[in-house]
């Protein structure tokens, strides 16, 4: 059973940097994209970055683009969201998860298992 557990949230201010780990087991998952969404509240769940199986391709959504950065280490079977610039409007709960299928780019991924997420709070 894919089991993803997300760390690295915290309490920052505006202009601040975090880097968000997910950290994936009961799987091989070298050969699966990778994703990062967030939901906050009162707000549907939105996509902010994926990553292709060997980190070849990645994709950001515009509001994060240039802020934020999505790498994978596939040794450790984890993947990371590293966050500068940190934007009170970036607070949210921030979710990992992997494409159910293999090779795919993450433009076609269907993303159906999800971790438990790690709150970013940004104040201004």
């Known amino acids: 059973q894919v089991q993803l557990v997300e760390s690295g949230g915290g309490l920052v201010q505006a202009g601040d940097s975090l880097r968000l780990s997910c950290a994936a087991s009961g799987g091989t998952f070298s050969s699966h994209a990778m994703g990062w969404f967030r939901q906050a509240p009162g707000k549907e769940r939105e996509f902010v970055a994926a990553i292709n199986w060997n980190g070849a391709r990645t994709y950001y959504a515009d509001s994060v683009k240039g802020r934020f950065t999505i790498s994978r280490d596939n040794a450790k079977n984890t993947v990371y969201l590293q966050m500068n610039s940190l934007k009170p409007e970036d607070t949210a709960l921030y979710y990992c998860?992997?494409?159910?299928?293999?090779?795919?780019?993450?433009?076609?991924?269907?993303?159906?298992?999800w971790g438990q997420g790690t709150q970013v709070s940004v104040s201004s």
């Open positions: 998860a992997v494409d159910s299928g293999s090779w795919r780019d993450p433009r076609s991924a269907d993303f159906r298992s």
